[in-house]
């Protein structure tokens, strides 16, 4: 068995990045040179319409790698940004883009980062790519039919949008920052493999076996060529010529058996060697020689194999190397945290794919005045260990050596016709003196089984009540594990001209592209009747979109499929990361968690080696524990299987039921029930007595359960550097995918536990402590069950009513701009990529553990906190339909009193203000309580629901100040009805309470007033107006309080508003109405103020000013022009009283 170490995660998708696009075309070179070869300059295919054809041309790379700047003369440690360049060419093999895949940065704000795409006007040697860097400036030279170098200059910082950093980029500027040359006679003799030294030393081998030395004084300055000598290659003229087919490469005449296919130079990092000096390059014909650059010769040499037969004829042609199908033959080791920089030595590696296929390791000894080439010996010969799956041909694709202090690490990329497999072998450097510390092979895990992913999908299908097929579909589909933009866009049109039968409409196209999806596949669905009449087959219905769903998953997994074709593998000294570029991806080999080496080293019989390597990377001396625990997770993952669908389905529903109740009963009889209802009966008697038999023997399980528990946050990374950096965008986003894998192996483990604990309440031969564990094992489960509910890439800016109603699109306008952001423009988090960005736990090193463990005490202690957050990130969008939401909160909100308060308030601001107020009044005891101990966090939590709530007395003073408290907030949401409610029971504790202040009673007595008014009940209205007259409302409020209220029935109601007594505030009432039958007044209606005060003015028996009333309006009248005869009839409105 081999060992699973590290898990493969895709962080970079073409076609997902948020970078801003810059595109540039380079000129044509001039007419003579150009004419040399007949290929047409653009592209000899014509443009065609289909989609999917312009997918795989525009989104699959044919080549491409990273390049990481070096920092030449700089320690490892002083990062500039960005750091590391994505370079791919598209199979149009015109085209070169660039994209920078930094995961962090040092600087505090979240950078804009900008793609730039070359297209260039002649097709591009694939081979003959060669990157370097040269101070700040990425230097990229190209070669191009029929051989002309295209050097391009480009600064590194022009791949960071910023204000003070404008575009210096364009077409019209191009020869400030590219050169064209024609350097060489490549025309003749075609080059095969570039490779740079430095940005002023470039080394060609072309196809006839030469080896050529390029030199120049700066990047787009004049060039020189120097061809290296060779005793063995020969220097006839016939040599030369590309028609010569002597010791050619048989099946391709083009060919020379001595064509170098691989170079490689020793990393400078070193003063005390000049390791420039030197390059290594292996040979179709298996020639492995030494150059030096400074004599131009060969300085050692050897064949690699040498027992292999080399003789000429058909024996020795057979033996060739594959330049195609293994494009590394040699590699010099990469030295990271190793103090070895004075050994006078080097190390390499060379593969060769004979039989088995062999790593042979080799030193290159600089002590000598010449180097000598020496094997490592037998001990340093590694046979490969080929992918688990036998059913494919696999060929090593690439390889790295990495050399740490106390061992070497070779990282082996193998490549089949449909997958890439990872696997390292781990060689401690004592080899051959130690036999008690063996070399050992480490698979990568790329993805689940068929069985897991298929347990995986039912325990998270699940997620909401409510959610349907096409949720499930939608969360797959665009989740943070999904597919990338430009494979759905693509899949939509074939899929609508597939199955729906006729193309895309054009308006489809103006909705998001999840509306899109949703429209495409709907469309593809038909609802049938049954019985001859209007009755509609719903289970039919339900049955086909099933199948619509699978089949547009289908189609994208296969357009994506492609993409996964293997192009490099890259190693980053700097962050210790080891990356493979794809077609149209960019993944990172990570270390598992400690959690995830459980789950997929599980075996029913560990080996002993593996136990102890596994036990040394969990930092636990306890080796019969770790052996235990994976035999327990095997024996669990096993049993598992045998659980029917519908058991599993049952028993997730019930448990979602408990996330947020109050233990009502005792947890061994919640146990006993569940095992009963759901279990019980529906477990067959072999997988029951198979689970126990593989169980009974190991020592202490209830050990076991309890240390599996704190896998969640055992921390397996030991990176001693600290670089604190801060995540991009990409970064974040690649968090997210880490994070996922991580709480899908969780849950799964978690779940499976849970099943052991239920069925320990019957079989007392399992678990004794099964009450004491279920509550931790249920908490946990519910962390990640609510964090995966919450993992959704990007934010969705749709309108569209399609999907106005999905969770996903709720979820997805949970999004967070952080302030920093430069000009605004970065482009949204997800609320999961936000909260991660601002723990500050980004350095080189990937430690999900912590940031778990931020998560977990969110989604357990802080729940509140993190529910509160996301309803103020929505909150903007609330006219959507929230009910999703709600049931979020409804089901991993805990029903504490506090938590209840925070449910009541935000169904509150949602619109469902009833239920908000029950929820509300619920609380109320509880969050008033002198027994309850509010804490600091749920203050600051309160806060962020509404300043008021933080204001000094408010809210955690007693009963009294809880409901003035929320009847100011329902009043600011106009949930009028609920305000004057929770101030009339404010108004009326006041009688009990010892809190007599001024200003609380003012306000009570002033949020009584507006909501009695907004709802036009005049004499709960009235009475506030009283209260607050008795309390000495300053004499300025007052009038305002009596200016609204006279305003307010003023329209309709005055004659009740005339009629009403007013005690001790009659002149008050006097002089606003007065005031606003001035003539200057523009308010109501004059006439209406006019009627209003006369009716005043007589309910109080003040005749005099009522005739002087009449008089005014008399004049008023007149100066409108109107007749008396309208006067009369005004008059006769008046009462005789």
Known sequence: MTLTLSRESVVYKSGNDANQLLELKLPQPDADISSLDSTNSQNS??????????????QLATTGSVFTRKHVGLPIGSKKFPQSILWRVFQKTSTLELSAIDLGTKGA???????????????????????????????????VKPGLLYTLQIPFDQFIVSGNNSNQLSDENSHLWRSIKFPYGFDIRKPYLLHAISSKVLIASTVDGALTKFVRDSPLGDISWYPFQDSGRGLSLSSLLPWNSSNTVPGNPSLSAKTIISIDSLPNRSSKIDTGSYIVTVSINRAFKVWSLDSMSVVAENILDAHLPNEPGPARSSLYLESAAVPRHVSFGHHYNDNSHGLRHSLLVTYTPFNEGLFKFWSLNHDGEVPSLVEMGPDFEIVPVAPRDKSSIWFVADFELISYSDKLLLVVAWKSDTSTVTISCTIPKNLGKDESNPPYWSLTESEHDKDDLEGLCLVSSQSTISEGHSEGFIRKIFGPTGYSKETIKTAIPVYADHYRGFPQNSSDRNVSLIGQVCRVVGAAVSVENSGGSFNPDFEAYERDIHLQWIRFDRLCAELEKQGHEFLSLVYDEHTDRVSLVKASSVSLIRPLTALELIYFNRSALPAKYETEVISTLLRKNEVALVEGILRTVDALVRFRKFLPKEVRSDLLFTLKEQFNRRESYLTADRIAYMYESILEGKVTENSLESLVTALYDIPALDNVIQSVLELFTNDTQQNEREDALTLTRLGASAHNTMLNSFFSTGRIITFDIIVLLLLSSSQPDLVSEYVANYPSYLSTFKSLSAVMDLQFSGASDSTDEVVKDSFVYAVQQLTVTDSSHVNGNSGNLS???????????????????????????????????????????????????TNDLIEFINIYLPSDPFSTFVKGNILLAVGDASKGALLLHSA???????????????????????????????????????????????????????????????????????????????????????????????????????????????????????????????????????????????????????????INSDDIPRISYHKLLYSWKMERGDYQGGKFILIVYESYLEEQGLTISSCISCLCTITTS
């Open 45 to 58: 295919e014509d443009h065609k319409s289909d989609v999917e054809l312009n997918y795989y041309r525009d």
């Open 109 to 143: 704000a979240l950078p804009v980062l900008r793609t730039i795409r070359l297209n260039f006007p002649l097709p591009i040697f694939e081979r003959c790519i060669a990157l370097s860097e040269d101070k700040d400036y990425l230097v990229i030279d190209i070669l």
């Open 831 to 881: 609320f999961l990529e936000g909260f991660i960005v601002r723990q500050n736990l980004a350095n080189s090193s990937i430690n999900l553990e912590s940031i778990w463990k931020r998560i977990n005490t969110n989604t357990q202690s802080k729940m509140a906190d993190l529910v509160v957050d996301m309803f103020l990130q929505v909150k903007e969008s609330l006219s959507a339909n």
């Open 924 to 1078: 109320s005891l509880g969050m008033s309580s002198e027994n309850n101990q509010i804490t600091d966090l749920q203050k600051s939590i309160a806060k962020k629901i509404s300043e008021v709530y933080w204001l000094p007395g408010n809210l955690f003073n007693g009963l009294v100040c809880y409901n003035n408290a929320v009847a100011q907030v329902a009043a600011a949401l106009g949930a009028h009805i609920q305000a004057m409610e929770f101030a009339q029971l404010a108004a009326e504790g006041l009688a009990f309470s010892s809190l007599g202040e001024d200003k609380l009673v003012n306000q009570i007595f002033t949020t009584l007033l507006r909501s009695a008014l907004h709802l036009r009940e005049y004499d709960e209205a009235y009475n506030a107006l009283v209260e607050l007259d008795l309390n000495s409302c300053p004499p300025v409020e007052m009038k305002k309080h009596l200016e609204e209220f006279i305003k307010c029935m003023a329209n309709g109601d005055g004659l009740r508003l005339c009629r009403l007594p007013f005690v001790g505030m009659t002149h008050i009432v006097s002089s606003i109405l007065e005031a606003k039958a001035a």
